[in-house]
């Protein structure tokens, strides 16, 4: 019964060795395991650093070539500008030594309008003239074929009646390119169908 409680007990002793020798490998790796880990901590912070060191260059690389693209467009931008208001006022210039021109042709054109109106009514007026002197001086004219003897001038709306011996003839005198007016040329019409009569009026 003794040696089964010796037994036991060097179990009991094995087992406590083994367990603590377990926990102490144990814990003296988890305690390498740190301290490797918290000596890499220096190498991983320059590490981070570097990568944080060109980061920053790189933006701030980028921010210059950003800040000198930028500065060419502002001034790319005044030029146009520049360019533009230049362009502008040659067009305005331009527009108004234009209008000044069609104001001048414009004044020109009304003037030559005013005369010619003016001397076609001069001319329409010496027409005119000469067209009553012509109905007055047409019976001795040559190119009248009726004796003015048996004529008898009427002015208006037609110049002469001739009284021939075989027919009653009536006569409008035109000169250059006159041409009958539209009471005229419903009295030669009228004649020329014929609807011509004859009324003796008698008064008491």
């Known amino acids: ?50 990568i944080l060191t060109e980061e ?43 209008l000044s021109e069609l104001q001048t042709y414009k004044d020109k054109f009304e003037l030559v309008s005013q005369e010619k109106s003016k001397v076609l009514s001069q001319k329409k007026s010496s027409e005119v003239r000469l067209g009553h002197i012509a109905e007055t001086l047409a019976p001795f004219l040559d190119e009248f074929d009726f004796n003015p003897e048996e004529c008898v001038f009427m002015g208006k709306p037609i110049d002469y009646i001739s009284f021939g011996e075989e027919e009653v003839t009536f006569i409008e005198v035109k000169s250059g390119n006159s041409k009958l007016n539209s009471k005229q040329r419903h009295i030669r019409d009228l004649i020329k169908s014929n609807s011509v009569c004859w009324k003796e009026v008698r008064l008491k």
């Open 56 to 98: 920053r260059d790189s933006c701030l690389d980028r921010e210059k070539m950003l800040s000198q693209t930028i500065s060419e467009l502002q001034e790319n931008q005044k030029k146009q500008h520049s360019l533009f208001q230049e362009n502008l006022s040659q067009e305005k210039a331009r527009s108004e030594g234009f």
């Open 1 to 50: 019964m003794d040696s089964i409680y010796l037994v036991f007990g060097l179990l009991a002793i094995c087992l406590f060795l083994a367990s603590w020798i377990f926990l102490s490998q144990k814990k003296t790796s988890e305690k390498k395991n740190l301290q490797e880990s918290i000596a890499s901590i220096p190498r991983n912070f320059e590490e981070i650093k570097k």
